[in-house]
């Protein structure tokens, strides 16, 4: 995930936060918050645009749930 965030690639790490958040969602696993944590970091809108905002959002409430 974070590797898309990194390489600019805004679309990927998107599918790759909806398929972590809905793994997520079945397994209560540290290791996945701790990576999602990372990827809400490295979603930075200035770097790759506006589209990455609803990722974070998603990540951010996810989190805030567990």
């Not at 990194?6 to 909806?18: F, L, Y």
């Not at 589209?51 to 749930?65: E, F, G, N, P, Y």
């Amino acid at each position: 995930m974070v590797r898309y965030a990194r390489n600019g690639q805004p679309e990927a790490a998107d599918a790759a936060t909806s398929t972590a958040l809905r793994l997520m969602g079945d397994v209560h696993s540290t290791r996945v918050s701790d990576r999602l944590r990372e990827l809400g970091v490295e979603l930075d809108p200035k770097a790759l645009g506006t589209a990455v905002l609803d990722s974070r959002d998603r990540i951010r409430t996810a989190l805030q749930a567990t």
